[in-house]
């Protein structure tokens, strides 16, 4: 059974940091490009970052640049989103996805309907 469990959610304060970490198993995930989103109540879910097999191209929402860092560990089979200088505009369920596309090297999409695998997601809850 495929699946993508994250993990490392929780309650902080505004500035403080977190790491989430998202964990495959069931098949290898080391050549899917990899992506987070986040959900806030209430809000459509939306892209946060994205990361590109080998970890050689990177994208980030404009909200999170400079703040949020993706990255990647084939070998653990594990993608991590740090998140830096929290703002409660940040509280939001967070999911972790996988694609199936192979367009190119460094392929990377912010489109949730080119993720084919999806976690259950994480809360995060950054207080003011």
């Known amino acids: 059974q495929v699946q993508l469990v994250e993990s490392g959610g929780g309650l902080v304060q505004a500035g403080d940091s977190l790491r989430v970490s998202c964990t495959a198993s069931?098949?290898?995930?080391?050549?899917?490009?990899m992506a987070w989103f986040r959900q806030a109540p209430g809000k459509e879910r939306e892209f946060v970052a994205t990361?590109?097999?080998?970890?050689?191209?990177?994208d980030y929402a404009d909200s999170v640049k400079g703040r949020f860092t993706i990255s990647r560990d084939n070998a653990k089979n594990t993608v991590y989103l740090q998140m830096n200088s929290l703002k409660p505009e940040d509280t939001a369920v967070y999911y972790c996805a996988a694609s199936l596309i192979r367009a190119y090297s460094g392929y990377v999409s912010p489109h949730s309907y080119h993720y084919h695998y999806w976690g259950q997601g994480t809360q995060v809850t950054v207080s003011p």
């Open positions: 990361i590109s097999w080998n970890g050689g191209s990177t």
């Open positions: 069931g098949r290898t995930f080391s050549t899917d490009t």
